[in-house]
């Protein structure tokens, strides 16, 4: 391996010392604002260093061909010490700042929402309801008065119609069925 080689896995190992404490604070800074259950924090542990040792080694398979050296912790060391001297604090406020612009879009997008598409068809429906409800009232008024105003065609036509009335019969089990329909029909609806 040459140095030049050398320098370069260091520098990579320094990388991904900075990455891996970045994505530690991230993570750290999720779970505190998502109040994630305590039985999922072994979860996202797992998870972290998943992504982590796949990072790091991606990087090493990068730098220098997946050959494990000494200087290759102290490179990740000294990343991880310099993030957290100088980087922390910024990583920490950047995610706190995403995390209200996400939230503040996502109310932005609800509201446009509900102002847009939930309210208008809101109102339809209920326009919908009070026309239907009109139409309604007007047909029920309107075959009121045609009621009355045929009643006393029927009367008549009922007393033209007497002679043959005889001739039609109706048999005495549809005359029971009807009974006991009207019967069953008045303890329902009559309460």
């Known amino acids: 391996m040459t140095?030049?080689?050398?320098?370069?896995?260091?520098?990579?190992?320094?990388?991904?010392?900075?990455?891996?404490?970045?994505?530690?604070?991230?993570?750290r800074v999720l779970s505190g604002k998502l109040r994630?259950?305590?039985w999922t924090i072994p979860l996202v542990d797992t998870v972290y260093w998943i992504v982590a040792t796949i990072l790091v080694f991606r990087l090493l398979i990068y730098s220098n061909e997946g050959q494990v050296r000494m200087f290759i912790f102290l490179g990740m060391g000294i990343g991880i010490?310099?993030?957290?001297?100088?980087?922390?604090?910024?990583?920490?406020?950047?995610t706190l700042?995403?995390?209200?612009?996400?939230i503040a879009i996502y109310k932005f997008i609800a509201k446009t929402v509900e102002i847009l598409i939930i309210k208008p068809i809101i109102g339809l429906y209920r326009l919908t309801v009070i026309i239907l409800g009109f139409l309604l009232a007007?047909?029920?008024?309107?075959?009121?008065?045609?009621?009355?105003?045929?009643?006393?065609?029927?009367?008549?036509?009922?007393?033209?119609?007497?002679?043959?009335?005889?001739?039609?019969?109706?048999?005495?089990?549809?005359?029971?069925?009807?009974?006991?329909?009207?019967?069953?029909?008045?303890?329902?609806?009559?309460?």
């Open 97 to 102: 700042f995403l995390i209200r612009v996400v």
């Open 36 to 38: 994630l259950p305590r």
């Open 138 to 191: 007007v047909a029920i008024f309107l075959y009121r008065i045609v009621l009355q105003l045929l009643y006393p065609l029927w009367r008549l036509l009922l007393w033209m119609t007497r002679p043959v009335h005889k001739y039609f019969v109706i048999p005495d089990w549809l005359k029971k069925l009807t009974g006991k329909i009207v019967t069953l029909y008045r303890r329902l609806f009559s309460k």
């Open 81 to 94: 010490c310099f993030y957290f001297a100088f980087l922390s604090r910024v990583v920490v406020h950047l």
């Open 3 to 27: 140095l030049n080689v050398q320098f370069h896995t260091i520098f990579m190992m320094f990388l991904s010392g900075v990455a891996i404490s970045a994505m530690f604070d991230v993570f």
